[in-house]
């Protein structure tokens, strides 16, 4: 069973940053997803395996950055210039097998999922 371990997550103000990491498997396909109160889980960026790769929400395009460092077996989301919106319940995610080049997107092709970390942006 492959375990996920989340770490960062926290309340800051608007316009602040915050940075995100999760143990990485090996080379799966990872990403993150979000639910914030009340709403439907969303995907928010994903990362193939190479390292290139890369998938993002609409709407945290140009603010948020998916990259991985496999030296370190570990995946980060630095999130920039937050929101309220962005406020919501982060989770790390992995698929169990895909090519090098590949990227997820949709909740139904996760295998493995981080225990989540809470960030709340507000002023």
């Known amino acids: 069973q492959v375990q996920l371990v989340q770490s960062g997550g926290g309340l800051v103000q608007p316009g602040d940053s915050l940075r995100l990491s999760c143990g990485a498997p090996?080379?799966?396909?990872m990403g993150w997803f979000r639910q914030a109160p009340g709403k439907e889980r969303e995907f928010v960026a994903s990362?193939?395996?190479?390292?290139?790769?890369?998938r993002y929400a609409d709407s945290v395009k140009g603010r948020f950055a998916i990259s991985r460092d496999d030296a370190r077996n570990t995946v980060y989301l630095q999130m920039n210039s937050l929101k309220p919106e962005d406020t919501a319940v982060y989770f790390c995610v992995a698929k169990s097998s895909g090519s090098r080049y590949y990227v997820l997107r949709a909740l139904d092709e996760c295998d493995y999922w981080g225990q989540g970390a809470q960030v709340s942006v507000s002023s």
């Open positions: 090996g080379r799966y396909p």
């Open positions: 990362i193939a395996w190479n390292g290139l790769d890369t």
